[in-house]
């Protein structure tokens, strides 16, 4: 595809070979980098997405699948990313896509690909779908896989007065015992987030639950 091979050489161009391990080792990705700094990307992107314009949904998934799975550096896949998020396709975003986020969110499995996919991608999903989406979330808070749980309890970050705080609650009691950092992270963050919007809530959530230190610390951060 003409729009694949003008991203790696592009990336190739822009990066700095002499950044990239640093970046690696930063992420602690075992995929290697190329070494392009967000600005550069953002600028990168720009001039890539006007030049290649896509006029059919069906080739704009094909793109984002393909710079995904086929990557071989970092940035392929933060490019995949920026396609979805390209305000010019939002009105192909759609239910249909939720398997490609999930494939997405289990083969990215790190914070830097999860977090962008719940908030930005997974999270606007179910608050169109959400009588659909709700149960999967749950189904997702008690997965196998701590990313699909991470994404369960994020899924809502900028939902707001939309927000389901019984879905809420239900994600983060699904993982509440669980020791690892991220989950424990993601639920300080996400009663963080809805803490803007309803403080008595979120105070009285952490109050009567066994949060770890490390999530009530963060939920309560701004109180």
Do not use: N
């Amino acid at each position: 595809m003409e729009f694949i091979d003008a991203v790696r050489a592009g990336l190739a161009e822009v990066g700095d070979p002499a950044r990239a391990p640093d970046m690696q080792r930063y992420m602690k990705s075992d995929m290697p980098f190329r070494g392009v700094p967000k600005p550069a990307r953002a600028a990168l992107v720009r001039t890539l997405f006007a030049e290649h314009p896509f006029t059919d949904r069906a080739a704009w998934i094909a793109a984002v699948a393909e710079l995904w799975r086929d990557a071989e550096y970092r940035e392929e896949r933060y490019v995949a990313l920026d396609l979805l998020a390209h305000k010019r396709y939002a009105p192909w975003d759609g239910l249909d896509l939720l398997p490609l986020y999930e494939e997405m969110i289990v083969t990215g499995a790190w914070w830097d690909f999860v977090d962008e996919i719940a908030a930005r991608r997974v999270g606007p999903l179910v608050l169109a779908h959400h009588d659909t989406l709700a149960p999967t979330m749950r189904d997702w808070a008690v997965d196998p896989d701590r990313w699909k749980r991470r994404t369960s309890v994020l899924c809502q970050l900028k939902a707001r007065d939309a927000t389901d705080t019984d879905l809420l609650a239900d994600t983060i009691e699904s993982t509440l015992d669980d020791p690892d950092f991220f989950l424990r992270k993601a639920i300080g963050w996400a009663l963080r987030e809805h803490a803007k919007t309803d403080p008595g809530w979120v105070r009285h959530f952490a109050d009567t639950h066994a949060l770890s230190p490390l999530s009530r610390r963060e939920a309560l951060r701004r109180s």
